[in-house]
Nanobody
Framework: QVQLVESGGGLVQAGDSLRLSCAAS????????MGWFRQAPGKEREFVAA????????YYTDSVKGRFTISRDNAKNTVYLQMNSLKPEDTAVYYC?????????????????WGQGTQVTVSS
């Protein structure tokens, strides 16, 4: 059984930074692409960023490119999302997931395990 636990969310002002962490249990963490998604009230969950198992390749949705950075530490079974220059439209619950099913890193149906989510609220 795999467990993912997010932390690091909070209430910040526009322009501030936050770093989210996702700690994973299980020995096979380093074998999988990991991703961050978010869901704002009344909206569907959307892809934010993903990172390949080695950490050498990363992907971002256009709205966060240049502001967010995804990284991972396989020795600590942890994936991070550094969020800079936050905007009110970044307000959402952020989830990390494991890309353990057949499918693209940007499709949440390709993820087999999810964390409980962490709330990020950005005030203007």
């Amino acid at each position: 059984q795999v467990q993912l636990v997010e932390s690091g969310g909070g209430l910040v002002q526009a322009g501030d930074s936050l770093r989210l962490s996702c700690a994973a249990s299980g020995r096979t963490f380093s074998s999988y692409t990991m991703g961050w998604f978010r869901q704002a009230p009344g909206k569907e969950r959307e892809f934010v960023a993903a990172i390949r198992w080695s950490g050498s390749t990363t992907y971002y949705t256009d709205s966060v490119k240049g502001r967010f950075t995804i990284s991972r530490d396989n020795a600590k079974n942890t994936v991070y999302l550094q969020m800079n220059s936050l905007k009110p439209e970044d307000t959402a619950v952020y989830y990390c997931g494991r890309n353990g099913r057949t499918g693209s890193y940007f499709d949440d149906r390709a993820y087999d395990y999810w964390g409980q989510g962490t709330q990020v609220t950005v005030s203007s």
